[in-house]
Structures are given as structure tokens and as C-alpha cells.
Nanobody, 115 residues
């Protein structure tokens, strides 16, 4: 079991930046995939970005060039740096961990981008 706690959400104007952080309750070194998902009102939850234990990174097309995911195994964190934010980035952002057939979710943090 691993608990995930997100922080860093908030309200920002379009073009601004936010940094989300997810802290795991135990060592993440062996966790295969850490990622960030988001869910906007009335829409399905979607992958934003993920990073594997080998450092492979995947971004959804709409955030490429604007968002950067990183993991720090020593601190048990996975961060999402979000730049050039757009109103369509408004959503609840969730931290996710996948390992050996198990999947874990954080409670989510709200990101609101005003136009």
C-alpha cells in the first residue's frame, strides 16, 4: 500500500505557472509508473503525464512543451511543473502510482486557470 498526497494547486491567470507536488507515504524507488491525471467537470479523467522507474516520460499532446514531470526517489515525490497555463487546463489533478498490478490514487488538487 502507498498513500499519495498532492499539493500545489490553486487559482492562476492564463499564461501563469503552477507546480504540483505528490508525496508518497513510502519509498517510490520500486514503483514502476508515477503519473498525473486530471478530470475537468463533465469530462473523463485523462492522463496528463507519467514517468517510469527507468525515467521514460510520456505527455498527453495538449501539454507537450508546457508541462514537465519529474520524480525524486530520495524524497518520494513526483512533481508536475505547469507553465503557460490555459483555461482548458482547469481540472482536478490526481497523482497516480502503478506497481505490480496495483494502482493508487491521491485525493486530488484543484487547478483553476482564469482567462
Amino acid at each position: 500500500q502507498v498513500q499519495l498526497a498532492e499539493s500545489g494547486g490553486g487559482l492562476v491567470q492564463a499564461g501563469g505557472s503552477l507546480r504540483l507536488s505528490c508525496t508518497a507515504s513510502r519509498s517510490i524507488g520500486a514503483i514502476y509508473i508515477l503519473g498525473w491525471y486530471r478530470q475537468a467537470p463533465g469530462k473523463q479523467r485523462e492522463l496528463v503525464a507519467h514517468i517510469t522507474s527507468l525515467g521514460r516520460i510520456n505527455y498527453t499532446d495538449s501539454v507537450k512543451g508546457r508541462f514537465t514531470i519529474s520524480r525524486d526517489n530520495a524524497k518520494n515525490t513526483v512533481d508536475l511543473q505547469m507553465n503557460s497555463l490555459k483555461p482548458e487546463d482547469t481540472a482536478v489533478y490526481y497523482c497516480n502510482a502503478k506497481q505490480l498490478g496495483s494502482e493508487y490514487w491521491g485525493q486530488g488538487t484543484q487547478v483553476t486557470v482564469s482567462s
